[in-house]
Nanobody
């Protein structure tokens, strides 16, 4: 089992940057593929990015490709989401999640979720 805690959200102007962190507990953290999802008010939770256990492969939603970067540090049990060139439509609660499955872009593949961190992009 793994517990996840997100941090790093906040208010940022359009075009700005934020880095989200997700700290995981447990010695098995490195066995999990990790994903970031987001949910805006009145919308479904959607896939943002994912990274396999080794960090060797990453996946992105088309809407964030080229602007967001996912990475992980297994020694620190932490996964990051660097978000650049932020747009108002990126405003949402961002969640990290862990899975042992290989379908990393599918929200129902994930077994463990953090509590979420709010990101607001506004001038």
């Amino acid at each position: 089992q793994v517990q996840l805690v997100e941090s790093g959200g906040g208010l940022v102007q359009p075009g700005g940057s934020l880095r989200l962190s997700c700290a995981g507990s447990g010695r098995t953290f490195r066995r999990y593929a990790m994903g970031w999802f987001r949910q805006a008010p009145g919308k479904e939770r959607e896939f943002v990015a994912a990274i396999i256990w080794s960090g060797g492969s990453t996946y992105y939603a088309d809407s964030v490709k080229g602007r967001f970067t996912i990475s992980r540090d297994n020694a620190e049990n932490t996964v990051y989401l660097q978000m650049n060139s932020l747009k108002p439509e990126d405003t949402a609660v961002y969640y990290c999640a862990a899975t042992t499955r290989t379908i990393v872009a599918f929200r129902y593949a994930y077994d463990y979720w953090g509590q979420g961190t709010q990101v607001t992009v506004s001038s």
